[in-house]
């Protein structure tokens, strides 16, 4: 077994202040986060490239502010509004399509990647960056779940550094410090607040809206992750990104409700101590964590007062109710192609959720049945992953 923790180049290789930053995903939840954070402490970063997805009105209004040289969106349709919004005197370099990303992200001159496009459109972009020897900040679970094999052989081979920003592995990241020696973890312990259906039960779910799916109780997020929390998915999606960052077999990673989100996971060490990382839960934390490692700075999120928190509880997850976490557990096991289906099969799921066009539980039957469906075949390389993506997801949406 391989941490990262021994997997890094001495921290003296990490860059220098001020880092220059490019963000991939600028226009979400996470980019937003991240903005925030940089803009606090505009002494300690360059923005140097800001890219978005179909929103090119949102990343103009970003670009006016904190002025990149470069930018990106992916259509035709996003270029003509983000030139249409940008402010006079200024026009940064623009790249359009699905390879501006990989080129922003292998760029010379830019020290850390936040990967943070959301699904599969992210993985290779996280990709370019761990070849090209980046610092990555990865929001992109997705990345990992697809290609973890290949995106860890090339981390190994150019030095590229890989900083957790999903909030429970930061927390396992931030546990995992100083205890260097593999032989010395027992498991980790994955918080899940159970999301906005927690107690209900499977038979309840069939009904519910796209509304009710969307309301996460603790975090505000980007749409599809959303729904992935409603569904338990994202819980799979994290166990499975776990087992890549910290090099365990998923039977050392649990998953224990806890409502409050206040404690994001926990490393349990072979003497018993559980080592548990508290705080509100803002992304600002992680992100802050990451960008700035190993420098702690401040963040303009609210204090975390026990007292007036009063308790936290914990509960087992309900695998009959949300399905999806066992899954994806499952699909581990199997080998690497299993997880490449279940994320295209949710991908495709939830789109549909989304759009109205099948039922909450429906997205677990239609990944439940991909699986079934799934012989495993070789995803060595990047070519044979996405293949395997591309053809899941023409089945799916032919079935759906
Ligand atoms: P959002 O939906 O809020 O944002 C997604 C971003 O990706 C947007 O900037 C969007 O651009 C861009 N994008 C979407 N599709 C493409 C594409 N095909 N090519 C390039 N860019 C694209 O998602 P979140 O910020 O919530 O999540 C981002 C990632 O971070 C996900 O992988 C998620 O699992 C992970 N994460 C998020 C957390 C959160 O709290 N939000 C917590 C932990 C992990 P545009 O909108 O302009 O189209
Ligand atoms: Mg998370």
């Given at each position: 077994?391989?941490?990262?923790?021994?997997?890094?180049?001495?921290?003296?290789?990490?860059?220098?202040?001020?880092?220059?930053?490019?963000?991939?995903?600028?226009?979400?939840?996470?980019?937003?986060?991240?903005?925030?954070?940089?803009?606090?402490?505009?002494?300690?970063?360059?923005?140097?490239?800001?890219?978005?997805?179909r929103?090119?009105?949102?990343?103009?209004?970003?670009?006016?502010?904190?002025?990149?040289?470069?930018?990106?969106v992916l259509t035709d349709a996003a270029r003509?509004?983000?030139?249409?919004?940008?402010?006079?005197?200024?026009?940064?370099?623009?790249?359009?399509?699905?390879?501006?990303?990989?080129?922003?992200?292998?760029?010379?001159?830019?020290?850390?990647?936040?990967?943070?496009?959301?699904?599969?459109?992210?993985?290779?972009?996280?990709?370019?960056?761990?070849?090209?020897?980046?610092?990555?900040?990865?929001?992109?679970?997705?990345?990992?779940?697809?290609?973890?094999?290949?995106?860890?052989?090339?981390?190994?081979?150019?030095?590229?550094?890989?900083?957790?920003?999903?909030?429970?592995?930061?927390?396992?990241?931030?546990?995992?410090?100083?205890?260097?020696?593999?032989?010395?973890?027992?498991?980790?312990?994955?918080?899940?607040?159970?999301?906005?259906?927690?107690?209900?039960?499977?038979?309840?779910?069939?009904?519910?809206?796209?509304?009710?799916?969307?309301?996460?109780?603790?975090?505000?997020?980007?749409?599809?992750?959303?729904?992935?929390?409603?569904?338990?998915?994202?819980?799979?999606?994290?166990?499975?990104?776990?087992?890549?960052?910290?090099?365990?077999?998923?039977?050392?990673?649990?998953?224990?409700?806890?409502?409050?989100?206040?404690?994001?996971?926990?490393?349990?060490?072979?003497?018993?101590?559980?080592?548990?990382?508290?705080?509100?839960?803002?992304?600002?934390?992680?992100?802050?964590?990451?960008?700035?490692?190993?420098?702690?700075?401040?963040?303009?999120?609210?204090?975390?007062?026990?007292?007036?928190?009063?308790?936290?509880?914990?509960?087992?997850?309900?695998?009959?109710?949300?399905?999806?976490?066992?899954?994806?557990?499952?699909?581990?096991?199997?080998?690497?192609?299993?997880?490449?289906?279940?994320?295209?099969?949710?991908?495709?799921?939830?789109?549909?959720?989304?759009?109205?066009?099948?039922?909450?539980?429906?997205?677990?039957?239609?990944?439940?049945?991909?699986?079934?469906?799934?012989?495993?075949?070789?995803?060595?390389?990047?070519?044979?992953?996405?293949?395997?993506?591309?053809?899941?997801?023409?089945?799916?949406?032919?079935?759906?």
């Amino acid at each position: 077994m391989k941490t990262y923790i021994s997997l890094w180049p001495a921290a003296a290789s990490l860059p220098e202040f001020p880092r220059s930053v490019a963000i991939l995903g600028a226009t979400g939840s996470i980019g937003a986060s991240a903005l925030k954070v940089m803009d606090r402490h505009r002494d300690l970063f360059t923005v140097t490239a800001l890219a978005g997805g179909r929103n090119g009105t949102r990343l103009a209004e970003l670009c006016a502010t904190f002025r990149p040289p470069f930018a990106a969106v992916l259509t035709d349709a996003a270029r003509r509004d983000f030139l249409a919004n940008l402010p006079a005197g200024y026009s940064p370099t623009l790249l359009v399509g699905p390879e501006a990303y990989t080129e922003l992200a292998a760029m010379d001159g830019v020290d850390i990647v936040l990967s943070s496009i959301v699904g599969a459109a992210g993985f290779e972009p996280t990709l370019a960056a761990a070849r090209a020897g980046k610092m990555i900040g990865l929001a992109n679970k997705e990345s990992l779940v697809l290609g973890g094999h290949i995106i860890r052989s090339a981390c190994h081979e150019s030095g590229a550094v890989v900083l957790p920003v999903d909030s429970e592995h930061n927390a396992l990241f931030q546990g995992l410090q100083g205890h260097g020696r593999d032989e010395e973890i027992s498991r980790l312990i994955l918080t899940a607040s159970g999301g906005p259906f927690r107690g209900r039960s499977a038979q309840s779910l069939a009904g519910v809206t796209r509304a009710q799916a969307l309301a996460h109780p603790n975090w505000s997020m980007g749409a599809k992750i959303s729904i992935d929390s409603a569904t338990l998915m994202n819980k799979g999606l994290e166990v499975i990104e776990a087992c890549h960052l910290y090099g365990l077999p998923v039977s050392m990673v649990h998953v224990v409700v806890h409502p409050q989100s206040i404690i994001h996971s926990l490393v349990e060490y072979v003497d018993g101590s559980q080592l548990a990382h508290l705080g509100t839960p803002d992304m600002q934390v992680p992100i802050a964590h990451c960008l700035c490692f190993p420098r702690r700075v401040e963040v303009d999120v609210p204090r975390l007062d026990l007292a007036s928190t009063g308790s936290l509880t914990f509960e087992e997850p309900d695998l009959e109710a949300f399905p999806c976490l066992r899954l994806a557990r499952e699909a581990f096991d199997a080998g690497p192609s299993h997880p490449v289906v279940l994320n295209a099969a949710n991908e495709v799921a939830v789109d549909a959720f989304l759009d109205g066009r099948i039922g909450f539980t429906d997205i677990a039957a239609t990944i439940g049945a991909a699986l079934d469906r799934h012989a495993a075949t070789d995803v060595s390389t990047p070519e044979t992953v996405l293949e395997l993506d591309r053809e899941v997801r023409e089945k799916i949406r032919h079935s759906i």
